[in-house]
């Protein structure tokens, strides 16, 4: 079945860098495109990035010139690269995909931005 698993997250002071981490399984990835989304403290999950399988990738008007998405087809992992974080990046970051009509989502993984 498909499974998505995020890691990377953590604490990092504004202004450091963080690399998310979302390895996927029981599903063709490469076909697929895949999403960042984020998820502040009572607000709604918002999409953070995302790429296609031709590595056309899209970015939130708050994280575009910080934030690089990535993927590496060969291990089935997608990539965000957050730099310049500040504290209202604070979120659970998760990935997704879209297959078969059914949204498939991983557990997330937490990001602290503060001082």
């Known amino acids: 079945q498909v499974q998505l698993v995020e890691s990377g997250g953590g604490l990092v002071q504004p202004g450091g860098s963080l690399r998310l981490s979302c390895a996927a399984s029981?599903?063709?990835?490469?076909?697929?495109?895949m999403n960042w989304y984020r998820q502040a403290p009572g607000k709604e999950r918002e999409l953070v990035a995302a790429?296609?399988?031709?590595?056309?990738?899209n970015y939130a008007d708050s994280v575009k010139g910080r934030f690089t998405i990535s993927r590496d087809n060969a291990k089935n992992t997608v990539f965000l690269q957050m730099n310049s974080l500040k504290p209202e990046d604070t979120a659970v970051y998760y990935c997704?995909?879209?297959?078969?009509?059914?949204?498939?989502w991983g557990q997330g993984t937490q990001v602290t931005v503060s001082s």
């Open positions: 997704n995909v879209r297959r078969t009509g059914v949204l498939y």
């Open positions: 029981g599903f063709r990835f490469s076909i697929y495109a």
């Open positions: 790429i296609t399988s031709a590595d056309s990738t």
